[in-house]
Structure formats: C-alpha cells, structure tokens
Nanobody
C-alpha cells in the first residue's frame, strides 16, 4: 500500500505564505506524477497543481497560477506546494496525490490550510 504523509498546514493571514510537503512511501514508483488538490467545506475536491516525474512539466489551476509553485524531490519521493499571496478563498483541506497510470490512484490524508481575512 502506498502511503502519502502530508505536513505544513496551518493558520496564516491573508497575503502571507505557507509551504506544504507530502512524502510517498510503501512502494517504489517510476515515472509517476504528483499533484495537489483541495476541498473546502460543502465543495467538491478541485485540482490545484501537478508536476511530472522530471519536474519539467507543471500545471496549475487558474485560481492559483502565479501565486503557488509546485516542485518535487524524487530522491525523497516528496512533492511540495509553496503558497504565496494567500487569500481567504484558499482556505481548504489540501490533499496530495500520486499518478502512476494516468489516474490519481493514491491520496494523502489531507492537511488543513486556513487563511484569515
């Protein structure tokens, strides 16, 4: 079983920054993409950002583009999400995920990010 362990969530003021990390363990992957999703109360889970194995190809939701940066360290099987210029509407539970076959197969437990106005 693949385990994804997240860290870095917390409370931050609007305009501030926060960094999230998620480390994968339990199975060795090759050429897998990793990504971040988020879910606010009463809302569906939405895509935030993803990154290819090489780290060259990155994708961002329009709502976070220019403010968030996704990166990875394959030696540590870890994906990061640097969040800058945070807004109240960024408040959500953030989840990391792994794609090794074209689908988001494995998910982390989620970490709460709360942005105060």
């Amino acid at each position: 079983q693949v385990q994804l362990v997240e860290s870095g969530g917390g409370l931050v003021q609007a305009g501030g920054s926060l960094g999230l990390s998620c480390a994968a363990s339990g199975r060795t992957f090759s050429n897998y993409a990793m990504g971040w999703f988020r879910q606010a109360p009463g809302k569906e889970r939405e895509f935030v950002a993803s990154i290819s194995w090489s780290g060259i190809n990155t994708y961002y939701a329009d709502s976070v583009k220019g403010r968030f940066t996704i990166s990875r360290d394959n030696a540590k099987n870890t994906v990061y999400l640097q969040m800058n210029s945070l807004k109240f509407e960024d408040t959500a539970v953030y989840y990391c995920a792994v794609d090794d076959d074209g689908r988001w197969d494995y998910w982390g437990q989620g970490t709460q990010v709360t942005v105060s106005s």
